[in-house]
Nanobody, 123 residues
Framework: QVQLVESGGGLVQAGGSLRLSCAAS????????MAWFRQAPGKEREFVAA????????YYADFVKGRFTISKDSAKNTVILQMNSLQPEDTAVYYC????????????????WGQGTQVTVSS
């Protein structure tokens, strides 16, 4: 089993920044992909970014390129999402997820999920 715990959400003004963290525990992650998804009210959950735990390869949704950065701290088993230039449309609950195997943008392919952290961007 894998446990994921997100932190770092909150309220920020448009143009501001937030740093989300996902602390992982329970198993070794050398063959895992870690990802962030988000879900706004009334919308489907959508892919934001992913990182390979072993090689560090990163992937981003087009709408966050240049603004968000995903990284990992292997010593702390933590995945970080640095979010800059936030806009009101970034308002959502952000979820950390993990899956064994290959990269995927589909939420259905992720086996483990955190409880989510709310990000609210005011205009």
């Amino acid at each position: 089993q894998v446990q994921l715990v997100e932190s770092g959400g909150g309220l920020v003004q448009a143009g501001g920044s937030l740093r989300l963290s996902c602390a992982a525990s329970g198993r070794t992650f050398s063959t895992y992909f870690m990802a962030w998804f988000r879900q706004a009210p009334g919308k489907e959950r959508e892919f934001v970014a992913a990182i390979s735990w072993s090689g560090g390869s990163t992937y981003y949704a087009d709408f966050v390129k240049g603004r968000f950065t995903i990284s990992k701290d292997s010593a702390k088993n933590t995945v970080i999402l640095q979010m800059n230039s936030l806009q009101p449309e970034d308002t959502a609950v952000y979820y950390c997820a993990a899956r064994a195997g290959y990269y995927s943008r589909s939420s259905y392919r992720y086996d483990y999920w955190g409880q989510g952290t709310q990000v609210t961007v005011s205009s």
